[in-house]
């Protein structure tokens, strides 16, 4: 059956409407477009038609609110989900959960769509640049005054890229709207190359090392390509619903702006979350150089979610002086564990003692979040137990989007361990509280009740243990004894203890 319509929105709308096409297609629809003409290549050319056809418009209407949503039902907040079969469109049902994980993984080559000379001609110029090659759109269009990026922060934002990253920035400037430095290595795009269109700024996109850009145009079209980007959020504006996942991308947004939305969608658009009334342009310089560097934890193709666990790790689990006289440096402990999972195929981590306080990053850990997180980027698993069923209510509500990943078990630990029917890569102790009578006792029993599953290469990391005055103090004050008899080498002393065979 066919359907034909008019397409007249603007290029990031018809970036996404691009990528439903699929969707209607492989239902057995055939939908016939009628496009401004600069975006025709964005559509299959079987399904673009050319010349003065009179068609009706296709809707785009706004989806529901950020902050209505959870982290079951977030792409219910998606513009682009929203307007599934929305009419003149045909009904291929309403949105939902299947729907949205069809599209969310929806990849469009338009690699062949690209004409020749345009890659041609994008190629000679990059040959004349100093790589890597930094594409920045700082200034929109429509919405113009909520998107953009304010004159004295983008000069910022200019600076803490060429200090991070190095090589070449090229504004994409083309209306004049940008504010310009003398500088060898900042190049505008009117002055220094050509004003381009949409192919050629495909060509550009797809052969540029990294986009770093706003809510427009520019930033969407890198949907179509593997190229790193890095996009900046605020004034109501959110990744969540006016984008798609992409590993590739990572999306700074502002607490203040969507605390709900930032939570329950941090895991599926890769967010680094700013704190304050704005972003900073050394946290834009250093998540651009992230996104450039070799991944610390993930492979490259998770690029974006691994740059978010840096985030998680380097900001937020960084705290104050402990209770036991030391520094809460479990910021430098995950970052040991992570880095030790990292060299595993599907690693197994398993936890005693699970999370029970919402965005307790720097008080207790929020060790079961993080490690779920983890392990399913990893593809790998989280064994987690916990004698309060308060707790693990609450833990497997956290982490339920984790799925098959993660298994949070009601009941005792020694017991949990004593039939744990699976080798361990990382056994994380953090079960009783320190103040409880008999805390050390129960952290040696649980060692010695794991041994068994614990192998040559494996990682034991003890909770609030530390070392004074050449004695160990609190829940490890028995069980590090132990094991460093048992040829067991401590290799981070702090608030937490970490351990590897000797």
């Known amino acids: 059956m066919t359907t034909t319509i008019t397409y007249p929105h603007g290029l990031g709308d018809c970036v996404y409407f691009a990528h439903q096409l699929p969707l209607y297609q492989r239902r057995g629809h055939d939908i016939k477009i009628v496009c401004n003409q600069d975006k025709r290549c964005l559509f299959p050319p079987e399904s673009v038609l050319k010349g003065k056809i009179a068609a009706p418009k296709v809707a785009w209407d706004h989806a529901k609110h950020l902050e209505s949503i959870n982290d079951e039902n977030h792409w219910m907040a998606n513009k682009a989900m929203f307007n599934f079969s929305a009419r003149p469109m045909p009904d291929i049902g309403s949105p939902s959960a299947e729907l949205w994980r069809e599209f969310a993984a929806e990849k469009v080559d338009i690699t062949s769509r690209i004409p020749v000379p345009a890659v041609d001609m994008v190629q000679r110029y990059f040959a004349t640049l100093e790589r890597p090659i930094t594409l920045l759109h700082t200034k929109g269009n429509s919405f113009q005054k909520a998107k953009s990026v304010p004159d004295d922060l983008a000069l910022e934002i200019y600076r803490a890229v060429l200090n991070e990253v190095g090589g070449t920035l090229i504004l994409l400037d083309w209306d004049n709207r940008v504010p310009r430095v003398a500088h060898g290595k900042i190049k505008h795009l009117t002055d220094d190359w050509k004003r381009l269109g949409v192919e ?254 614990l192998h040559p290469k494996s990682m034991v990391v003890m909770e609030d243990t530390s070392l004074l005055k050449g004695q160990w103090q609190r829940k490890g004050r028995l069980a590090i004894p132990w094991m460093i008899e048992r040829g067991w080498k401590p290799v981070h002393i702090g608030h937490q203890t970490v351990l590897v065979r000797g």
């Open 200 to 453: 050629e700024l495909l060509a550009a996109i797809q052969q540029a090392d990294l986009v770093l850009g706003i809510d427009s145009g520019p930033l969407h079209l890198c949907r179509f390509f593997d190229t790193p980007s890095v996009s900046l959020w605020f004034n109501g504006h959110h990744p969540a619903k006016y984008s798609l996942p992409r590993e590739q991308q990572v999306n700074i947004c502002l607490k203040n702006d969507a605390p709900k939305g930032n939570k329950y969608t941090r895991w599926f658009y890769n967010i680094v979350e700013e704190q304050g009334d704005q972003i900073r342009a050394s946290v834009v310089g250093r998540t651009c150089r992230q996104m450039l560097s070799s991944p610390r934890y993930l492979r490259r193709e998770r690029i974006g979610k691994d740059v978010m666990l840096q985030h998680w790790i380097q900001d937020w689990m960084r705290g104050g002086m402990g209770a036991g006289s030391t520094f809460v440096d479990r910021d430098q402990s995950f970052d040991l564990m992570l880095r030790h999972l990292s060299g595993i195929n599907q690693p197994c981590v398993v936890e005693t003692g699970c999370i029970r306080a919402e965005e307790d990053w720097r008080g207790a850990g929020f060790s079961t979040y993080l490690l779920g997180a983890s392990v399913a980027a990893m593809d790998g698993s989280l064994h987690s137990v916990d004698s309060s069923p308060t707790n693990t209510a609450f833990a497997r509500k956290w982490t339920r989007f984790f799925d098959r990943h993660v298994d949070v078990r009601q009941g005792d630990s020694i017991d949990y361990l004593q039939h744990l029917a699976v080798d361990i890569d990382l056994l994380y102790l953090d079960s009783m509280d320190t103040l409880q009578a008999g805390c050390a006792e129960h952290r040696l029993r649980e060692v010695q009740a794991a041994e068994k599953r």
